[in-house]
């Protein structure tokens, strides 16, 4: 007969004090600054973040503080504290102060960036921050400034591992040399944020094989091809186009309203 299996003890969350003194107090007052002040549901950031228990509520109005003193309002900020509970209880003065002084995001654009990545603010800024903003400004020679937002964004993501391969892959991918990849992303940094196998890679081999344009020539034309879906906008639009035997610059194919291309098709059939 088999053995029924053990399986590892369920280690507990610390019971929530419920006592008449001082620790049940301020925990019930956390309880109420996370739930009722920044419209959180305070058990899920407990379990992810312990060190809530324990926090003096003080530190947790620092941290609130400290984001709404660059611009996010507490509706932003308790979005922040959803995606990183730990920033509750270690306040990312670093990441502020870099992308404030060293980026030099003003606060309306240091507020878009940071309430659509909140990761931006628990990024490191030796490993990650900095990094990703010397390679826009020293390798693709983004020298706006302030940086687009689009370009903010991505300064969450690693050189490493995101953004310089995707440099390479475009590099190679479209035959365009350094100088002009850099071209293309810096009129449309985003394109840096995109997958290579569920974006850049399939949207390139349909350019090429099946509306048989060239990448190169395309992509320094046009580079926001790349934000436009493949199933959605670019093969029934190409479809369209190539049965009627149509042809258009690609980007009055994708930037041309749906009432607006229909009349185009509908307008060179009566020719």
Do not use: W
């Amino acid at each position: 007969m088999l053995g029924r299996a053990r399986l590892p003890p369920i280690v507990p969350l610390p019971p929530i004090p419920t006592g008449a003194g001082g620790a049940g107090v301020e925990f019930r007052r956390k309880i109420h600054f996370l739930s009722s002040e920044l419209h959180l549901d305070p058990f899920p950031l407990l379990a992810i973040n312990p060190v809530l228990r324990s926090a003096p509520l003080p530190l947790l109005r620092d941290s609130l503080r400290l984001l709404t003193s660059h611009g996010l309002t507490a509706n932003d900020a308790a979005r922040v504290f959803s995606a990183f509970p730990s920033l509750l209880t270690s306040p990312p003065e670093e990441p502020l102060r870099f992308l404030s002084a060293d980026a030099l995001l003003p606060p309306p654009l240091l507020r878009s960036a940071v309430v659509r990545s909140p990761r931006l603010l628990a990024a490191s800024v030796p490993d990650t921050l900095r990094p990703a903003l010397l390679f826009l400004r020293c390798r693709v020679m983004l020298r706006r400034e302030p940086l687009p937002l689009a370009a903010a964004l991505l300064l969450a993501f690693s050189v490493e591992r995101t953004l310089l391969p995707k440099l390479l892959f475009l590099r190679d991918a479209t035959g365009l040399p350094d100088s002009a990849v850099c071209a293309v992303l810096r009129r449309a940094p985003a394109i840096l944020s995109y997958g290579i196998e569920t974006n850049l890679r399939p949207k390139l081999q349909f350019l090429a094989e099946r509306m048989r344009r060239d990448p190169a020539a395309e992509l320094s034309e046009f580079p926001h091809y790349f934000a436009f879906s493949l199933e959605g906008r670019i093969k029934p639009r190409h479809e369209a186009l190539r049965e009627r035997g149509i042809e258009m610059p690609l980007k009055d194919m994708l930037t041309t309203n749906d009432d607006d291309f229909r009349e185009r098709l509908v307008n060179v059939a009566r020719l």
